[in-house]
């Protein structure tokens, strides 16, 4: 039996008296590119953050490879990596150096992070460039760069905010096959955003999530069967931006 390598059950978060995430429940599998989808506020980031432990649930539990993030918060996190919209990156490392220093964090042999550090910037675009300090990328490299950082270990569960903002149309296009190859090899892939077509055009399936609670979820081609007015609704109240979504056109 496949088991769900990404899952939350009854997740819950408040901020005071805002309850920003309520009763969320998610199974992701292996291989599977699943979209979370959401207006402004809806929850989303909130909601990722939990699933990576780094926002203690005020309910519910949320696991990875079957290891609440909670209880075994090292076993869940050696498993997962994150790229959030606005990474973080040290600007005095440069690429190789960050390379380096993100092998070492998960324990990686140098020449295993090198070599795979390697193929990556290669893909990227970045081999040139990996010599130079981080800080003075562009917004699409540091995006790479990232991405870089994160894929090192392979994780089994890979979580993105936004991946496709703001980059140019080769980068989003080469983000989108870069997943793909990600899902092939058995890693579950789950990123938001609050662009209907972004999720269309790159996820197997979607959640959607509206005022902190999931309303919908399954392929869009299921969704949209079920002919239901309130989804219509509330696809036409996610803004979508047809500029970014152009980035993905062939
Ligand atoms: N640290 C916090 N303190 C108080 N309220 C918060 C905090 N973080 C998030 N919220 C609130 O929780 C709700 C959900 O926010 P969240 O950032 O998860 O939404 P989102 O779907 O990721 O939005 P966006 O697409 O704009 O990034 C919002 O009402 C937000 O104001």
């Known amino acids: 039996m496949n088991e769900p390598i990404i899952e939350a059950v009854g997740l ?3 901020f005071g008296d805002i309850v920003a995430v309520q009763n969320v429940d998610l199974s992701i599998y292996p291989g599977e590119i699943v979209g979370f989808l959401g207006p402004n506020g809806a929850g989303k980031t909130t909601t990722i953050k939990m699933l990576i432990g780094l926002l203690r649930p ?9 290891f609440d993030l909670q209880k075994a918060p090292l076993r869940a996190k050696a498993l997962l990596g994150y790229v959030p919209d606005q990474p973080f990156l040290p600007e005095k490392l440069t690429a190789r150096e960050y390379i380096q220093f993100m092998g070492g964090l998960y324990r990686l042999e140098p020449k295993i992070a090198r070599e795979r550090g390697e193929d ?3 893909l990227f675009g970045l081999t040139d460039r990996g010599d130079e300090l981080l800080g003075g990328y562009s917004h699409g490299m540091r995006q790479k760069a ?4 994160a894929l090192l270990h392979q994780p089994r569960a890979f979580f993105l905010d936004e991946p496709t903002v703001g980059l140019d149309p080769r980068s989003a296009r080469l983000i989108k096959d870069l997943l793909r190859d990600v899902a092939a090899q058995g890693t579950a892939v789950f990123m938001s955003t609050h662009i209907l077509e972004i999720a269309e055009r790159m996820c197997d399936r979607v959640f959607i999530i509206n005022k902190g609670a999931i309303i919908a979820s399954g392929t869009l081609d299921q969704l949209r069967a079920g002919g239901d007015a309130s989804l219509e ?3 036409l109240s996610l803004t979508g931006d047809p500029d970014e979504v152009a980035l993905l056109d062939d």
């Open 12 to 14: 819950q978060k408040r």
């Open 58 to 66: 005020s309910a519910g539990v949320a696991r990875i490879g079957g």
């Open 120 to 122: 990556l910037l290669r």
């Open 146 to 149: 990232a991405l870089t950082g």
């Open 233 to 235: 609704d509330i696809f």
